[in-house]
Antibody, heavy 118, light 110 residues
Framework: QVQLVQSGAEVKKPGASVKVSCKAS????????MHWVRRAPGQRLQWMGW??????KYSQEFQGRVSITRDTSASTAYMELSSLRSEDMAVYYC?????????????WGQGTTVTVSS | DIVMTQSPDSLAVSLGERATINCKSS?????????LAWYQQKPGQPPKLLIY???TRESGVPDRFSGSGSETDFTLTISSLQAEDVAIYYC?????????FGGGTKVEIK
């Protein structure tokens, strides 16, 4: 079945970087875009950006701090966020763009909790 | 950015009764179709796609879930609330970048 499995929880110090992986299975990885979305405590879901056909687009809010990449040979997507601050503490999700419209997210990873603490 | 505003923040509905969640966008998301989706998120789980194009149910979603509305005003209706529907529901616009979500509506059993 179609599945996205993310890497485990991370604890980072302020100013550090974190890299979260998302391994896809059950479908042709290169045929669908991949989004990254986060949910901080008490906040709404927040779209960070996406990777599609080798192209990437980021939310202006994270521009310069986020990098979304893919390893097609491993069917794995990555999201790296740098210069971490306390406000970046959140659950980070990868989500596949749907066939009906790539901006709708039809399959989600289980989430990766990132804690930022000195 | 398009701002998505949901109401109410929470609601409690008796089992078998109707639940109605509203979503308003700061500008129209209509361009041939309404670029509006709904998701359900249960505690400890990732969001699940329920509806896209404002009213098209995702495969496998029970038909008690329905979406309606156009341009800037949208509604998600659960026609007969079941215990397993307890969750937070989010709307999302995909008309323009950045993609944006509503603040969520928490649905509980009365």
């Amino acid at each position: 079945q179609v599945q996205l499995v993310q890497s485990g929880a991370e604890v980072k110090k302020p100013g550090a970087s974190v890299k979260v992986s998302c391994k896809a299975s059950g479908y042709t990885f290169t045929s669908f875009p991949m989004h990254w979305v986060r949910r901080a405590p008490g906040q709404r879901l927040q779209w960070m950006g996406w990777s599609n056909n080798g192209n990437t687009k980021y939310s202006q809010e994270f521009q310069g701090r986020v990098s979304i990449t893919r390893d097609t040979s491993a069917s794995t997507a990555y999201m790296e966020l740098s210069s971490l601050r306390s406000e970046d503490m959140a659950v980070y999700y990868c989500a596949r763009g749907a066939a009906s419209n790539g901006y709708v997210m039809d399959v989600w990873g289980q989430g990766t909790t990132v804690t930022v603490s000195s | 950015d398009i701002v998505m505003t949901q109401s109410p923040d929470s609601l409690a509905v008796s089992l078998g009764e109707r639940a109605t969640i509203n979503c308003k966008s700061s500008q129209s998301v209509l361009y041939s179709f309404n670029y509006l989706a709904w998701y359900q998120q249960k505690p400890g789980q990732p969001p699940k796609l329920l509806i896209y194009w404002a009213s098209t149910r995702e495969s496998g979603v029970p038909d008690r879930f329905s979406g309606s509305g156009s341009e800037t005003d949208f509604t998600l209706t659960i026609s007969s609330l079941q215990a397993e529907d307890v969750a937070i529901y989010y709307c999302q616009q995909y008309y323009s970048s950045p993609l944006t979500f509503g603040g969520g509506t928490k649905v509980e059993i009365k």
